[in-house]
Every structure is written in structure tokens, then in C-alpha cells.
């Protein structure tokens, strides 16, 4: 079903989190979101950008994915007739880079497309095999180990069947080490978001001892060589997160053995047609894949939730309950985890949610409606 966007409405929000975040490259209290709706025949569809707050996961941050959507994404998508959702990304490869942005609009329109046929979003990217997602969590770097300990307590009385724990220099094997102590049978994963070298290999090394499910991006962001010559030394499985940007990537990092998982995040690959492109790539290669998180309100997480749904998304991603982020998220039905840890997947026509417009607007900072000139 062929479909031209009128109009393409950027809208920034704000929203403090319920607790701190804090990762190997910063702290947030407080996100910045930017959503995005494109507009067709009287259809919205809705998709947000993953940026955080600063270019510090990657390039991208809140106010650069505003000024590339509205000045160079936009323009070229705005009136051009597009056969399929997965169409709207290619009116933008020529730009470098900011695939947080783009995903936001590309995801956007395959929303509106799904609800332009009537279907659930998951149905729309060819998903489905799996009617319920398995939730992991990923819990920060805290204050105290005493705090990481309760927050672990909670999510494993909660149902989640996964621990994340971020990791960074000086909060690493001693932590682990205390964790595993407490809770020795828990699957847990660490996450460095790129805070090593591949000098640094020796102390990765003596994780291989905390049974860990695997450590995520070790080393740096825009890194796949130095991540093939660590895993040689690692028996702990690694998953790329930042180097994975495109299948491409994914083909090349398989190929030389860089990782033997892959977290596949919407935003940082462009958006689904991408995403979907990495997720065939890893089954074709038996690397099985899991869906990241980027603090994502309730837009994006139901996108999560619907990229989740594909086959080889086998293992518990960092897609969990809204609660867990906001006292309230703008959709007027939270993301709700089972006892068992458990998503249910919407079977309502497009992302599966109503967005809730009266928070939304009164959480509001900017908005900008962009028209064909
Ligand atoms: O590396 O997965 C990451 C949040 C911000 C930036 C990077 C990452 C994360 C998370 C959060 O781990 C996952 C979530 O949404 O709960
Ligand atoms: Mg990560």
C-alpha cells in the first residue's frame, strides 16, 4: 500500500526517570526524547529517536537528531511516494551517520503503514514467531555495591530473567565478584558500553570465572578488529552493541569472529528495514540476537517489543516494564512484565498502544511541524 507523507510533526519531551541510569560514559537523571509523526492521509503514525541526551553512546544526541530530521531527513521524505515503509530509509543513506534520527521517522512510517492495513506493527516487519518477549533488565552503575545488590533482588523478584549490569574501570570484577557471591545461578551479562582497551585484556579475562552469559562491547564504539582479537583470549561470549551499525557490519564482525552475539537496537541501525537486515544476517550465521534498550518511552519501546517478535531474537533483551523508567509513560496502557518475565504482544493495528496526547502535551518543550515548501 503506497503511501505519501504530508507533514511530519518533531515534538521534544521531557521526562525524569524514576531512578538514576548510569553507564560507563555518564549519569542521566532526566531524558530528553524526541518523537516523531508522520502524517498520510489523515493516518499518524509514530516513532522515536534513541539519541540520549549527549553524544556519548555514539554521535548522536537530542538536538543534533531534531536539526537533521527537520533539515536534511525531512525534506527528502516529505511528498515522495513511497511503494513500502521499507522504502523510507534509502531517501536518506546518503547522510552520514545519525541513524538514531532516521530511525525515528523510518520507524514512524512503518507504524503508519501497519496502521494503514490494519495490522499490528509486528505483523507490518514480517515478525510474529514469538507472541511473547522474554525481559531482561539492565540495571546502572549505583552508588554502593549494597545498592546494586537490592536492585538485583528486586528485578529477580519482579520475574526478569536476565541481569545486566553495567560495568566500568573500577566497577568491575570486585563488583561481579560480590554479585555472583549473592546471587551465584542468576544468568548475568555485563555491559561496558566501550570503557576498555585491548590492553585491558587480562582484566577481562578474569571475568571468565563469574560465568557471565556474555560481556557487551568491551572495547570501543566504532571497534570490530580489536573485539576479534580479545574474544580469541575471552571464554566469555561477547555482544556487539555500538560497532554493529548496519548488516554490513553485522557480516563482517560474524565473519571475523569478533562476537558470538549480537544486541540489535533499532535506532542505532536506521531504523526496522536495517534492523531486520542485521537480525537475518546473525540467524543465517547461528549468532543469536537480542533486543536493546535505549530508555525508551513508551513509543519505543512498543517498536522494541514488535522487532522482538522476529526468530532469532532468542535470548531476554533489555525491553521491560515501563515502570521500571517513568511514574507515568505516554502511552495510556504502561508496558506491563508478566511474573515470569514476560511481554505480551499487542495485537492492536500499528505500534499496539494510544498515545496518551494530554501528558504528552504537558510534558512538551518544543514542537515543529514540518510541510512540503
Ligand atoms: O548499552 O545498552 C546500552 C542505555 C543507554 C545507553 C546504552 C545502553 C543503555 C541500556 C539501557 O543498557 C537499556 C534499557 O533501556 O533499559
Ligand atoms: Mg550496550
Request: hydrophobic share 45%; charged share 25%; with cysteine.
Amino acid at each position: 500500500m503506497a503511501f505519501v507523507i504530508e507533514q511530519i510533526k518533531l515534538r521534544q519531551i521531557e521526562m525524569p526517570l524514576v531512578h538514576f541510569f548510569q553507564t560507563s560514559f555518564g549519569r542521566t537523571y532526566s531524558r530528553k526524547i524526541v518523537l516523531v509523526e508522520a502524517l498520510a492521509g489523515g493516518i499518524s503514525g509514530w516513532g522515536e529517536v534513541t539519541a540520549g541526551e549527549n553524544p556519548f553512546y555514539n554521535e548522536e544526541w537530542t538536538d543534533s537528531s531534531w536539526l537533521i530530521l527537520r533539515d536534511f531527513v525531512a525534506p527528502r521524505v516529505l511528498g515522495h511516494e513511497f511503494a513500502a515503509a521499507s522504502e523510507v530509509g534509502d531517501r536518506s543513506v546518503h547522510i552520514r551517520g545519525h541513524f538514531m534520527a532516521r530511525g525515528g521517522l523510518e520507524a514512524a512510517c512503518w507504524d503508519l503503514e501497519a496502521k494503514q492495513k490494519g495490522i499490528p506493527l509486528y505483523k507490518a516487519i514480517g515478525g510474529g514467531a514469538h507472541k511473547q518477549i522474554a525481559c531482561g533488565v539492565s540495571i546502572g552503575i549505583q552508588d554502593d555495591v549494597d545498592q546494586l545488590l537490592g536492585k538485583i533482588d528486586t528485578e529477580m523478584n519482579a520475574g526478569y530473567r536476565r541481569i545486566k549490569m553495567k560495568i566500568a574501570p573500577g566497577w568491575d570484577v570486585e563488583v561481579i565478584r560480590a554479585v555472583r557471591k549473592r546471587f551465584p545461578e542468576i544468568l548475568l551479562t555485563a555491559d561496558a558500553n566501550s570503557a576498555y582497551r585491548l590492553s585491558d585484556w587480562e582484566l577481562l579475562a578474569a571475568l571468565d570465572e563469574f560465568n557471565l552469559m556474555m560481556i557487551e562491547q568491551p572495547l570501543a564504539h566504532d571497534e570490530i578488529i580489536d573485539h576479534a582479537e580479545l574474544q580469541a583470549k575471552l571464554k566469555t561470549p561477547i555482544c556487539l552493541d555500538e560497532c554493529i551499525r548496519s548488516a554490513h557490519q553485522a557480516e563482517q564482525a560474524i565473519r571475523m569472529q569478533a562476537g558470538r552475539i549480537i544486541n540489535i537496537k533499532l535506532g542505532r541501525v536506521g531504523g526496522f528495514a536495517e534492523a531486520i537486515k542485521v537480525h537475518d544476517v546473525a540467524m543465517k550465521h547461528n549468532i543469536p540476537v537480542w533486543c536493546g534498550g535505549m530508555l525508551e518511552s513508551g513509543i519505543g519501546r512498543a517498536a522494541n517489543i514488535a522487532l522482538s517478535t522476529l526468530p532469532n531474537f532468542v535470548l531476554p533483551g533489555d525491553v521491560s516494564a515501563s515502570k521500571r523508567y517513568w511514574k507515568k509513560d505516554v502511552i495510556t496502557t504502561p508496558v506491563e512484565v508478566s511474573p515470569d518475565g514476560l511481554i505480551t504482544v499487542s495485537e492492536g493495528p500499528g505500534f499496539g498502544f494510544d498515545v496518551d496526547h494530554a501528558f504528552l502535551d504537558s510534558i512538551t518543550v518544543r514542537q515543529e511541524t514540518i510541510s512540503k515548501p
